[in-house]
């Protein structure tokens, strides 16, 4: 019965979205730019109503949603912490930031806390590379980050709930 209730939300929200597209296959990364700003990821029922919308295959959706780091499967944590791993950062030390996430965390990269309140990614770049390292906490971007204070921004957030 919960599952059914969720499909029919997901499908009336995406009436509601793509009302808003004709129904042209150059349309798709617009449409799923807005699915993942409605429900901060792109569900499964969202790509089955793409696909019938604008009559392209599941396999096309999902070859597009995987090639682009922006649109994500799963849902995110309330707070999605991002550390970059691009060059400049990884040369600076992101990856004991990242490690450091992970241990305070308890979670890995792609996965979320039990309660739903972060989500941990690694991202090849943000476009910050003067501020290497980098870690982002959603769109606030963090820059000449230590460990130490990634830890205090990470408490900062566990305190505003």
Same mark, same amino acid.
């Given at each position: 019965?919960? @599952?059914?209730?969720?499909?029919?939300?997901?499908?009336? +929200?995406?009436?509601?979205?793509? +009302?808003?597209?004709? =129904?042209?296959?150059?349309?798709?990364?617009?449409?799923?730019?807005?699915? @993942? +700003?409605?429900?901060?990821? #792109?569900?499964?029922?969202?790509?089955?109503? #793409? &696909?019938?919308?604008?009559? #392209?295959?599941?396999?096309? #959706?999902?070859?597009?949603?995987?090639?682009? &780091?922006?649109?994500?499967?799963?849902?995110? *944590?309330?707070?999605?912490?991002?550390?970059?791993?691009?060059?400049?950062?990884?040369?600076? $030390?992101?990856?004991?930031?990242?490690?450091?996430? @992970? =241990?305070?965390?308890?979670?890995?990269? *792609?996965?979320?806390?039990?309660?739903? =309140?972060?989500?941990?990614?690694?991202?090849?770049?943000? $476009?910050?590379? $003067?501020?290497?390292?980098?870690?982002?906490?959603?769109?606030?971007?963090? *820059?000449?980050?230590?460990?130490?204070?990634?830890?205090?921004?990470?408490?900062?957030?566990? &305190?505003?709930?």
């Amino acid at each position: 019965m919960e @599952q059914k209730c969720v499909c029919e939300k997901i499908k009336n +929200e995406m009436r509601k979205i793509l +009302e808003k597209y004709p =129904k042209e296959k150059d349309r798709l990364i617009a449409i799923l730019n807005d699915v @993942q +700003e409605r429900f901060g990821y #792109i569900p499964k029922q969202a790509q089955l109503e #793409i &696909s019938e919308y604008l009559s #392209i295959p599941m396999a096309e #959706i999902y070859g597009v949603i995987t090639f682009y &780091s922006r649109f994500t499967l799963a849902p995110k *944590g309330k707070y999605n912490i991002s550390v970059c791993l691009g060059t400049a950062c990884f040369v600076k $030390g992101s990856q004991t930031l990242l490690d450091r996430a @992970q =241990k305070k965390l308890k979670i890995k990269p *792609g996965e979320v806390t039990p309660d739903g =309140k972060y989500s941990i990614d690694d991202v090849r770049c943000v $476009g910050a590379c $003067g501020l290497a390292p980098v870690f982002m906490v959603n769109d606030e971007v963090y *820059g000449n980050a230590t460990v130490k204070e990634f830890d205090e921004i990470i408490d900062k957030y566990a &305190s505003e709930d």
